[in-house]
T-cell receptor
Framework: DADVTQTPRNRITKTGKRIMLECSQT?????MYWYRQDPGLGLRLIYY???????NKGEISDGYSVSRQAQAKFSLSLESAIPNQTALYFC??????????????FGPGTRLTVL | SQKIEQNSEALNIQEGKTATLTCNYT??????LQWYRQDPGRGPVFLLL?????KEKRKERLKVTFDTTLKQSLFHITASQPADSATYLC???????????FGKGTMLLVSP
């Protein structure tokens, strides 16, 4: 089974709808991240969390919110989806131990289309 | 402003040759740099990490160099194979910050 899972894998929604993307991990990592990837723009950090009580905004948090329900679960919400939020969304995890240098483990991604 | 630059054009090479990918940065003082591989429609996969006090790191056919004077990292794949075809991302980590900043990636195409 995959260590980092994302649901749904694909989603088509309409402008103005609320949508939640979910991420679960079995790696036992404390740190979790949400990124979006757009052609020509690369991976950009939306939100990150270093433990259940710690939530931080990333580079592009406007229009998004997150919830860290447990160590293993980190959800990303679009309160009112708009077409320019159409993108590939990735969840990632990393260990707390070792500090800065730890690699990130990515989920398979959610392809979101907002019409 | 801070920038991370990777070749936007795809790199096409023949099987068996050495592929060299470049990651340049400006207005950063990275504590470390990571390289990831990404296949189409999939999440990035970690390959190598190099710290600011290291000049070179190797792992099997992969080699990474880090020149903080030139503000550049080079990523080499020796004896390249068609299975090495993918997009390769560099990511910088800065002291005092706990997140990575990714470059846009370079696509590598290895032809038989």
């Amino acid at each position: 089974d995959a260590d980092v899972t994302q649901t749904p894998r694909n989603r088509i929604t309409k402008t103005g709808k609320r949508i939640m993307l979910e991420c679960s991990q079995t790696k036992g990592h404390d740190r979790m991240y949400w990124y979006r990837q757009d052609p020509g723009l690369g991976l950009r950090l939306i939100y990150y969390s270093f433990d259940v009580k710690d939530i931080n905004k990333g580079e592009i948090s406007d229009g998004y919110s997150v919830s860290r329900q447990a160590q293993a679960k980190f959800s990303l919400s679009l309160e009112s989806a708009i077409p320019n939020q159409t993108a590939l969304y990735f969840c990632a995890t990393s260990e707390q131990r070792g500090g800065l240098y730890n690699e990130q483990f990515f989920g398979p991604g959610t392809r979101l289309t907002v019409l | 402003s801070q920038k991370i630059e990777q070749n936007s054009e795809a790199l096409n090479i023949q099987e068996g040759k050495t592929a060299t990918l470049t990651c340049n940065y400006t207005n950063y003082s990275p504590a470390y740099l990571q390289w990831y591989r990404q296949d189409p429609g999939r999440g990035p996969v970690f390959l190598l990490l190099i710290r600011e006090n290291e000049k070179e790191k190797r792992k099997e056919r992969l080699k990474v160099t880090f020149d903080t004077t030139l503000k550049q990292s080079l990523f080499h794949i020796t004896a390249s194979q068609p299975a090495d075809s993918a997009t390769y991302l560099c990511a910088l980590g800065v002291s005092g910050y706990s997140t990575l900043t990714f470059g846009k990636g370079t696509m590598l195409l290895v032809s038989p």
